[in-house]
């Protein structure tokens, strides 16, 4: 090693000649391009650019040079140095690509593995059907109206202009509390909320009711002694028998579809005058299977039309039981039946499929928004 | 009712091409439902006229078998036959190979008894006319032989089976329903009742309204000398078969018949068993009358009677009496068209469960302008038919009200439908429907027709109107209702427990809410507990569940044996709902009139008079809550589960539940715990005693939870407290401490949180141990402490005194030792 004092002896610094330079360069070429792995262009990494590499070394050296000579040689050195560095980062780049590429490939999974550690819960259709069907309504701006399932014979007849001799006030058709002339029952229909609705809020009022409701009936295919409904009412004055068609048109199109619509049809009922059912247009076959000659249809049996519920503009003594005057207000008032509409969606041949609690069957229709 | 199109043509001349579904879809939609239309007749052929010409017995039968020679008008033809009604000359119905019967049946020559039977006579109940298969159809003599017996007979015909609704009486007869045909079709109506009466001089019989507000009127007729036992015309027995009436006798046909064709009950006495006049009246307490069935009914004071001097005869408009009875060897009869009040009849119907052809009409209101018109027309058809002799003699006497004038204002059914209808359209439409309309300035004075009582007022007429119209022709509009509020809150948080619970695994259940009295034993609970089912039904579904829950969870464990005994193992159910509780203190709710706002105290009192209903949710789980999976094992559910269940339902609407040990049916008294929101009790969850579970079929160690909905949403924040949200570091401290065993984790929790006071930002239970190591009745409880400062970061010295004050508070109140 020589000493900063040493005389000039280009001799004695081998290490910085050409030739020297440009074997050490190859050398470590050759060491960057034979390293496999990441381990062996660590060592020729430190072999060759490290602290002890023969580059380092003749780099020491530039400072035993004169100043003259110190340019030139170090012009050399650096460029060996930065060519060595560049070709290293370049061998490591493709190394540490090639180890990414193989670890991420050893680390992949099997993504069909099911993940299935609690079983899947579900709400009842029937209730995500209530709350859709309120939806709706509560859109257009009605509020949605409760009350009790056990409730006082006159609001459930009397108010509804339901005379003391109607047979549907009968044991066959209500259940009665005990004891059976105490004037409490099980409510036959969500009317009696309407009533409550009206008492409480007066005119004008829109509200729609859905909820549980109780006949004396044996459960069998098509039966059941609870069933639910969804009922309309709306007081204000100068409602029309057109605004009920057009509302219902509206909730017909929300539950089932762009283009169903329903037909109205006279009938009976002691609360309203005029009184109509309610027919809906099917929604499959939207009546073309009523043609001669056109394919069955399952879900209106080829008749166009699905009984769907009742309606009727509200009658008078009605509104005069909630206190409102029938000389300024007129109102219309609907009740549709949630299990025939559910039933009816999905082709359902057994109501007690919706009474029974089956797990089955609510995990797979209770997916509905 | 049920309305063969030939009748319906004897008052409505139809244009032959007119079919008969056109009819019933124009009926349907004038309110009339014609929920079938039976077409009879059809699918009969080569059944012809034939006349029997000999007959002998094939012997050594068991049952009577002839062997029978036939003349089909052109040869001779031999048959078998098993019936004995008919002789030598009669004229039959003769199904001549190859024939066709109702429903398909092929009749062909083929051997039996010894013979080839070359064919069969057929029975009324064969053709598919009647119901008689009694013996075979004897055919009236003059029939030309060999001619088709479906165009003989005049059999084919088309039946409209109509829906009456309770409003429209009229429309149980075929003069209801023609004139609705009629009006629909603009065509005109030939009136069945438009029959010239004889002026009643009160001479026909002696008759005494006692209960005018029962009977306004009572028409009697008498005829004598007549042929009870004749059978009626076989034209009548058809068009009563096809009515879905059985042809019985004369006497009894003929007021079928004339009930049919108007719609006005009528009933025959005989003559010769009646004492003295015939007295309208309310039934004598303790009275009794044997009726037509040979029931003997005890009479109450509501029923209208018809009586005579032996006392009661017949139940007014529902059913005569066995004494007064027509038999075959009555001659003269007395004959009753009578009007009888709706509500009336209903009662006594009701009451003797003794549902008639007249009832039902008499309750849904009569023509009370018909009765003279069809006693004169059943008199005609008895004196024409059974050879008796009528008389002009007529009683009636007549106690019926003066019509009813409704004014009308001409603009209300256009008001009321949304589409104007001019003032003419208004009384073209009501003149239709039978009203006599006078037209004054601005409204018009209607008195409807006597077939239609169920018109009283405007809105009445203005629904005539808007069918007649059309609903189809209504347009179709939307009101704009005033701006709403949404849901309320509590159907908010409702609809957020459901979403919960279904997202932690829970399916919905909706169980009729219907138990029996054991369901209370079988949940262990005190005959003191309010959960015992106090509301009892009077008449429930079944005997078997007449009371209505207190708790929801028998429905949910019947639902869960259900899944579990279906192969679904590992289940988790919950139901929302209400549960009724009978009030102490109920007093039977207020009488008050329809039409008419209760006064405040009035309303009151009615939700007074119900029972408590309030709200519950609840849940069951069983099986693994975690399944086994290439995870790892299955994880059975657990108490765990069923608290945690609660929990997260709670936590989402904000609530925050402390968990207590408790004891309290129907759980297991060492997994039980009561669950509280402040001090209000939230309810109860754990795991199921194993007696409960035994009792309910459900699996062992089945776990639940029921709470109050009410007192949730109750306790649900309206505004959820801000948190401080501190951007300093946290420092985190572990605490174990031993307590003894039987020391609720709760507890330590509780004491650890308020002795580190408010620098705690969370505590968290990371490790339960107990062994060795601890001691024996010792447990060791690690927590995590998160702590915080609003305004810098905590030094050690600070999380160090944290810890300390921790530890002393737990120390304090449950003796807990830093580990």
Not at chain 1, 331 to 336: C, N, P, S, V
Request: glycine fraction near 8%.
């Amino acid at each position: 090693m020589s000493a900063p004092n040493d005389p000039y002896d280009p001799k004695e610094v081998a290490a910085l000649s050409t030739d020297e330079l440009a074997a050490a360069q190859r050398a470590a070429l050759a060491a960057f391009e034979a390293a496999t792995d990441l381990d062996q262009l660590a060592a020729a990494h430190s072999a060759h650019l490290g602290n002890k590499a023969p580059v380092a070394l003749a780099r020491r050296e530039l400072g035993a040079l004169p100043p003259q000579a110190r340019a030139d040689a170090g012009r050399r050195v650096n460029e060996v140095l930065t060519a060595l560095t560049a070709s290293y980062e370049a061998a490591r780049t493709g190394l540490e690509a090639a180890r990414d590429e193989r670890v991420l490939i050893e680390e992949a999974v099997d993504v069909t593995l099911p993940w299935d550690m609690t079983p899947p819960g579900g709400r009842h259709p029937l209730t995500l059907v209530q709350e859709r069907t309120s939806d709706v309504f509560v859109a257009m701006g009605w509020e949605v109206a409760e009350g009790p399932e056990v409730e006082a014979e006159w609001l459930n007849f009397d108010a509804l202009n339901i005379p003391r001799s109607h047979s549907a006030r009968e044991a066959q058709d209500t259940l009665w509390l005990d004891p059976p002339d105490g004037g409490v029952l099980l409510r036959t229909h969500t009317s009696p909320v309407q009533l409550r609705a009206l008492l409480a809020r007066g005119a004008p009022c829109y509200v729609v009711v859905p909820g549980r409701v109780y006949r004396q009936e044996a459960l069998d295919a098509t039966h059941s002694p609870v069933f639910h409904q969804l009922e309309g009412l709306a007081v204000d004055e100068g409602l029309t028998m057109a605004d009920l068609r057009g509302t219902l048109d509206l909730f017909a199109e929300s539950m089932f579809g762009a283009g169903v619509r329903t037909r109205l049809r006279p009938d009976h009922y002691p609360f309203t005058e005029p009184s109509a059912d309610v027919d809906l247009l099917c929604w499959v076959c939207h009546g073309s299977s009523t043609e001669p000659g056109a394919e069955f249809c399952r879900t209106c049996r080829s008749e166009g039309w699905i009984e769907w519920g009742g309606s009727g503009m509200v009658h008078p003594v009605v509104l005069q039981s909630a206190g409102v005057d029938p000389d300024r207000y007129t109102g219309y008032a609907f009740g549709i039946g949630m299990e025939r509409t559910l039933m009816s969606r999905h082709d359902l041949a057994d109501i007690r499929d919706l009474v029974e609690g089956d797990v089955r069957v609510t995990t797979a229709l209770g997916r509905e928004a | 009712m049920r309305v063969p199109m030939s009748w319906l043509r004897d008052y409505v001349d139809l244009p032959s091409d007119i079919a008969s579904r056109e009819v019933a879809d124009r009926l349907t939609m004038a309110g009339l439902q014609v929920e079938r239309v039976d077409v009879v007749g059809a699918g009969i052929s080569g059944v012809v006229v034939a006349q029997v010409v000999a007959f002998e017995a094939v012997e050594g039968q068991k049952k009577p078998i002839r062997w029978v020679t036939l003349n089909d008008g052109s040869e001779e033809r031999q048959v078998i036959c098993g019936a004995t009604n008919f002789d030598v000359g009669d004229v039959i119905a003769y199904a001549r190979p190859p024939a066709t019967l109702p429903g398909g049946f092929e009749i062909t020559a083929r051997k039996t008894y010894g013979h080839i039977s070359d064919g069969m006579i057929c029975s009324g109940r064969e053709l598919g006319i009647s119901d008689d298969h009694a013996g075979i159809l004897v055919l009236p003599s003059d029939l030309t032989l060999g001619s088709d017996v479906v165009a003989a007979l005049d059999l084919r015909d088309e039946v409209l089976d109509i829906a009456i609704n309770p409003d429209r009486g009229y429309a149980l007869s075929v003069r209801g329903v023609a004139r609705e045909v009629a009006t629909s079709y603009s065509l005109p109506f030939r009136d069945p009742a438009d029959v010239e009466v004889p002026t009643a001089d009160g001479s026909a019989y002696d008759v005494r309204i006692l209960a005018p507000e029962g009977c306004s009127r009572y028409v009697a007729r008498t005829l004598s000398g007549l042929r009870a036992g004749a059978a009626s015309p076989s034209w009548m027995q058809r068009r009563l078969t096809m009515a879905g009436m059985r042809p019985i006798s004369l006497m009894v046909d003929v007021t079928n018949y004339v009930m049919l064709a108007t719609g006005q009950p009528l009933h025959a006495f005989d003559r010769a068993k009646l004492a003295g006049p015939i007295v309208v009246r309310w039934a004598a307490a303790g009275e009794t009358l044997r009726t037509l069935d040979d029931v003997d009914r005890a009479l109450d004071p509501t029923d209208l009677v018809i009586a005579d001097d032996s006392g009661p005869i017949a139940l007014a408009g529902v059913m005569g009496g066995a004494a007064t009875e027509i038999t075959d060897t009555t001659t003269d009869v007395v004959l009753e068209a009578a009007s009888f009040d709706a509500v009336s009849v209903a009662y006594t119907a009701r009451r003797h469960r003794l549902g008639s052809e007249a009832s039902r009409r008499f309750e849904r209101g009569v023509d009370n302008d018909l009765a003279a018109a069809a006693a004169q027309l059943a008199l005609s058809l008895m004196a024409e038919l059974g050879g008796g002799t009528s008389t002009d003699a007529a009683t009636d006497v007549d106690r019926r009200p003066a019509a009813p004038t409704i004014v009308l204002d001409p603009e209300l059914p256009g008001r009321i439908a949304g589409v104007p209808y001019p003032s003419t359209t208004v009384e073209r439409r009501l003149a239709d429907i039978g009203c006599s309309v006078t037209a004054a300035p601005g409204r018009l004075e209607v008195t409807p027709p006597s077939w239609r009582p169920d018109l009283k007022i405007p809105v009445d007429l203005v629904e005539e109107v808007i069918r007649l119209e059309g609903y189809d022709k209504l347009p179709s509009t939307i009101p704009k209702a005033p701006a709403g509020r949404g849901l309320t809150r509590p159907q908010r948080l409702r609809r957020m427990i459901g979403r919960t619970l279904a997202a932690a695994g829970y399916v919905e259940v909706l169980s009729a809410p219907f138990v029996d009295l054991d369901s209370a034993r079988r949940l262990m609970v005190d005959a003191s507990d309010p959960r015992v089912p106090s509301v009892r039904l009077a008449n429930p579904v079944s005997e078997e569940e007449p009371y209505l829950r207190t708790t929801l969870l028998p429905g949910l464990l019947a639902a869960l044996a259900r899944n579990v005994g279906r192969g679904m193992v590992d289940v988790a159910l919950f139901e929302a709902g209400p549960v009724f509780r009978a009030r102490a203190e109920a007093l039977p709710p207020p009488s008050l009139p329809a039409g008419q706002r209760p006064a405040a105290a009035d309303l009151a009192a009615l939700d007074n008079a119900l029972p408590e209903q309030p709200g519950r949710i609840a849940g069951v789980l069983t099986g693994a809550r975690v399944l086994a999976g290439w995870w790892g094992p299955a994880r059975s559910a657990s108490w765990a589960d069923a608290i945690e269940g609660v929990r997260e339902l709670a936590r989402e609407v904000g609530v925050e539940v402390t968990v207590t040990a408790d004891t309290h049916a129907p759980f297991h008294p060492g997994r039980c715990a009561a669950l509280h929101v402040g001090s209000a009790l939230l309810g109860h969850a754990g795991e199921l005693h194993p007696r409960v579970t035994e009792a309910f079929g459900v699996p062992a160690r089945t776990v639940g939870f029921e709470i109050s909905s009410d007192v949730l949403i109750a306790a649900a924040p309206e505004v959820a407290p801000t948190p401080v949200v501190s951007a300093y570091p946290p420092a985190t401290i572990d605490i174990a401490v031993v307590v003894d065993a039987a020391v609720p984790s709760a507890a330590v929790s509780d004491a650890l949180r308020d002795g580190a006071g408010k620098l705690l930002e969370a505590i968290r239970l990371f490790d339960v141990y107990e062994g060795g190591q601890v001691g024996d009745g010792k447990k060791s409880l690690a927590f995590t402490l998160r702590l915080r400062a609003p305004d810098r970061t905590l030094t050690a010295e600070e999380a160090a005194g944290v810890r300390e004050s921790a530890v002393a508070e737990a120390q304090r109140r449950v003796g807990a030792i830093l580990r």
